[in-house]
C-alpha cells in the first residue's frame, strides 16, 4: 500500500516540477493594442470626448530660437456647447517624453464651432508631439 501512495507524490512532485519550467522568458503581447499616442498627432482620452470633439487639422513649425509650436484646430461635433480640456506633450525625434507637457486647459466650444489652440515647447528638444483631449469635469 504504500508503493502506490509513493509512486502518486513522485508522480505530483514531478508535475510540479516540470510546470514551473517554461524554458525561457515570453515575448510581450498586445504591444500596438492602446498604443495611439505613440502613433497619432491628436487623440481623444475617453468616449465623451472621442464622440464630440474632432481635429481638422495640425501645423507644425519649428521658431527661431529652435523651439516647437504646433496648432490644433479642434473642431466641436455636437449641435450643443461643449468644455473639454486639452494639453500637449512634446516628445522627442524617437518618441520619448522631452519633460515637456502643457498642462491641461479648458476649451468651450459652442456648438459646430471650430476653434485653433496653440502649444509651443519650453525646449529646444521638441521634435514630435501628442494633443490629448478629455472632457472636462
Known sequence: MNKPKL???ALALGALVFAGCHGGAYAPVNTTKYDLENKLGFVDMDSGAQRS????GLQERTLPDGRFEVTANVRNRES????????CVFKDAQGFPTGDETPFQTLILTENAQEGVKFTSMN???RRYTI???QAR
Open 80 to 87: 450643443r456647447r461643449i468644455q473639454v480640456q486639452i494639453n
Open 132 to 134: 490629448r483631449v478629455r
Open 7 to 9: 509512486l502518486l507524490s
Open 124 to 126: 529646444n528638444l521638441a
Open 53 to 56: 470633439v474632432t481635429c481638422s
